[in-house]
């Protein structure tokens, strides 16, 4: 038997905070990590790297699906060991990443995306029972600076894996340090899923419950459809940034990498300021609809980039997007907790979660469509930052009512 002093420390609410950050970092690194090596794979399997697109919206079919069956999971297994399944789901799909045939790519995409897709819904679970009210906007965002922190991770460490090794050898390095993950888990699954109901229901019937939780409640419409159009723009320049910078500014990859992990830096510290803010000013609709223009703008600053643009400035563009376009999310994720009935943060934040990336489905592939059709990477970046300025409008008129 482990000492009591032992269980305290791993249910205080900062080691729950730094794993359930830790474990959104390594698995959003297994999903960019792939958007990072695309160009050297693509170009030794033959595929065009617009293809990209496809298969990130394939990935997000995966995750959006797994989201969505995810809440009666948590339920009945605990949002720990729901978390734990993802990081092995992970790893055995970039491991199978490496060795499959052409054909099999989008069958790998959607089994990545399943591992992907119930990780926010599992912490949402997690944190909604062991965070203050008054420290919702800044503990969510906090957390979910795993996200830009595992592109960060991606930018730096998959650019040299990759020419060093090539990017087999760096999907599998991202693979192995799932698995250590997965382990370091453990640690705390005890205190965490000691909520669990073994005898809870799992079945199909339950996947409309968290619809009719969302869809009764005007602002949480409001809230996922934000979330909605604002992550489809924010996977756009994950997914293409990389390949952009190289073919249209003729950057080399350890540069392009460098101005995505600059966007990323940029998400960590716009996630923690905005969470503060919308915790300080009890206004986190004016802070999301704020975001979104400014993310707007940092889109359109982007799509203006010519050769003839210093790096330096490119990499101030960079870091403004991060800090708008991924800096949202924290907020978006404490408001659907917030609105979400008690004990049913995790079952709303599935299908906040599924519709949520319905955005991130559709959007990249448009944008592969849109640059495949036109040659351009300018007009995609121009035409889908426009969803995301409509809900902003919505939003900011919303709070000013």
Not at 90 to 114: D, K
Request: charged share 10%; proline share 5%; aromatic share 8%.
């Amino acid at each position: 038997m482990l000492p009591l002093k032992y269980h305290a420390f791993m249910s205080s609410p900062a080691i729950i905070l730094a794993i359930t950050t830790a474990i959104q970092a390594v698995i959003a690194l297994a999903s960019v990590a792939v958007p990072v090596f695309a160009p050297d794979a693509a170009r030794e399997l033959g595929l065009s790297i617009g293809r990209l697109g496809y298969f990130i919206s394939f990935m997000y079919i995966g995750a959006a699906s797994a989201a969505l069956v995810s809440g009666g999971l948590i339920l009945r297994y605990g949002a720990v060991r729901m978390s734990q399944a993802c990081l092995l789901i992970c790893a055995c799909a970039l491991a199978l990443l490496t060795v499959v045939p052409l054909a099999a790519l989008p069958l790998v995409a959607g089994l990545l995306g399943c591992g992907y897709g119930p990780v926010t819904p599992a912490s949402t679970h997690i944190l909604a029972r062991t965070t203050p009210p008054h420290m919702m906007s800044l503990t969510f965002s906090i957390k979910q600076t795993g996200v830009p922190l595992g592109a960060v991770l991606a930018g730096l460490m998959v650019p040299p894996l990759t020419l060093g090794f090539g990017w087999r050898m760096a999907a599998l390095c991202v693979a192995a340090l799932c698995i250590v993950m997965l382990f370091v888990a453990q640690s705390v699954r005890q205190e965490l899923d000691a909520d669990r109901d073994r005898m809870h229901p799992v079945s199909m019937a339950n996947i409309t419950l968290p619809f009719r939780l969302i869809f009764e409640n005007s602002a949480q419409v409001r809230n996922v459809c934000a979330a909605c159009t604002y992550a489809g723009l924010q996977l756009c320049y994950f997914t293409f940034v990389v390949a952009y910078l190289i073919d249209s500014l003729a950057y080399s990859l350890v540069a392009a990498g460098l101005a995505l992990s600059v966007a990323s830096i940029g998400g960590v510290v716009g996630r923690i300021f905005w969470g503060w803010l919308a915790d300080r000013t009890r206004r986190a609709g004016v802070v999301l609809g704020a975001l979104g223009v400014g993310m707007t703008i940092a889109t359109l600053a982007t799509a203006a980039f010519t050769q003839a643009w210093p790096f330096a400035g490119v990499l101030v563009i960079s870091a403004l997007f991060g800090i708008t376009a991924v800096g949202w999310n924290g907020v978006q994720i404490a408001e659907t907790a917030r609105l979400s009935p008690p004990g049913m943060a995790g079952v709303v934040g599935g299908g906040t979660t599924f519709i949520t990336f319905t955005g991130i489905i559709v959007m990249p592939a448009l944008f592969a469509l849109l640059h495949d059709s036109t040659g351009s990477w300018r007009v995609p970046f121009v035409l889908l930052c426009l969803p995301a300025l409509a809900m902003a409008l919505i939003l900011l008129r919303h709070a000013r009512r």
